[in-house]
């Protein structure tokens, strides 16, 4: 093994630089003695970090907008296919809820009549997922209620 020893250049440690030749492989061994220059690589890595998590929480809140998006498209859908059904206005009370959740941006999954009250279900994709939600509309029930009695 040999040994060469020389002056550290100007900025540098004081202390002699020590390489050592195997083959052709020199290795400075004072190089990771110093630790001056970490604070940047830990300063690099947590705005690393931050930028991570904040892109993570920006796409979580544009899903959690869509969600709401397809609750109120769910609605108008059961809303316009209920006033169908309950002949104020003309047509099929499907078609009708298969457009009003086409203009919100959704697709209509499924559909049913049931008398003067109608249930849709729509959905959405956005990520790669897919976004549903199921509305009811009607005519209030006669007891005043929301459930049927007993």
Sequence with gaps: MRTFTSRAPTGWDERALVLETRGSLFRHRSLFRDDRGSGSVLALA??????GVTALLLTLAAALGVKHT?????ESAA????DVASGS????PCDRAATAAALGGASLDSCDVVGAIVTVRVSRSVLGFEVGALARAGPPPENGLDTPPP
């Design 46 to 51: 947590l705005i690393g970090a931050v930028l």
């Design 89 to 92: 206005v003309g047509g099929y």
């Design 79 to 82: 809303l316009a296919a209920a």
């Design 70 to 74: 397809v609750e109120s498209t769910a």
